[in-house]
């Protein structure tokens, strides 16, 4: 997993992945003030009960922006 605790700006060249393992989240964001573009992002663990997903927000004021968000739950 890929966790951003700080504002960030996250920007994919053509044809980035961002792949998970198939366990939890892929991507969480915990920063407020942060953006994400340009990716593709797949590959999350499938139990909702975890609150398993592709990209997890957990902050306000989150820019996503050209996301390809692929076999996650």
Not at 15 to 40: D, M, N, P, W
Request: glycine residues 12%; charged residues 30%.
């Amino acid at each position: 997993m890929v966790r951003l605790l700080r504002p960030t700006v996250l920007v994919g060249e053509p044809g980035a992945v961002l792949q998970g393992t198939g366990r939890g989240s892929v991507l969480e964001i915990r920063a407020k003030h942060t953006s994400v573009r340009g990716l593709t992002v797949r590959g999350s663990g499938r139990d909702p009960d975890r609150y398993d997903a592709g990209v997890r927000v957990r902050a306000d004021s989150v820019t996503l922006q050209d996301l390809e968000i692929r076999d996650v739950l």
